[in-house]
């Protein structure tokens, strides 16, 4: 874990604002506008990446902070962040819609859709990490091994 200072306060962040500047400096989605921040919004970006994480359910248990993926993907959605704090909160872009259909044919839903969490190259570094990437390639044949975790993985898609 890292740590990150905001109005003097310390903060515990998957990376710190070094590791964010280096990493971002070299994109070129990202890196004018993580430049222009104050060390602060860095921080704030960073911690809110951390707690977002946080919030996942990893294979582990926690947050595994000594993996590189993770923390590049910490730093990915950080710079996300900065660009629009409400990322932060993770609500997606799930429907609502309970029902839908077209002459006879008709579908209704259970339950509420979930959107996307995260954008593709998050997903493509953090689900190798996830319980729920274990749990479909267990599912769809696969091992527990990391060669079949990554044929199967969300990112992938499973058809």
């Known amino acids: 874990m890292a740590t990150v200072t905001i109005g003097g306060n310390p903060y515990t962040t998957v ?3 070094a590791t964010a500047d280096l990493y971002l400096a070299a994109s070129a989605a990202y890196a004018a506008l993580w430049t222009a ?13 951390t707690r977002r994480f946080d919030r996942l359910d990893w294979l582990d248990g926690a ?3 000594a993996e590189q ?12 962040i900065s660009i629009d704090p409400s990322v932060a909160q993770g609500d997606g872009t799930g429907s609502n819609l309970k029902a839908a259909g077209a002459g006879s044919a008709k579908v209704e839903f259970f339950r509420p859709e979930i959107g996307e969490a995260f954008t593709a190259d998050i997903m493509a570094l953090i689900s190798p990490f996830l319980v729920t990437a274990r749990l479909i390639a267990e599912s769809i044949g696969g091992s ?4 079949s975790l990554e044929d199967y993985s969300i990112v992938h898609g499973i058809a």
């Open 15 to 17: 990376a710190d604002v």
């Open 37 to 49: 921040l104050s060390v602060d919004a860095k921080g704030q970006a960073l911690v809110g990446s």
């Open 63 to 65: 947050t595994p902070t």
């Open 69 to 80: 993926d993770v923390i590049d993907a910490s730093i990915i959605l950080a710079a996300q």
């Open 144 to 147: 527990d091994d990391s060669e």
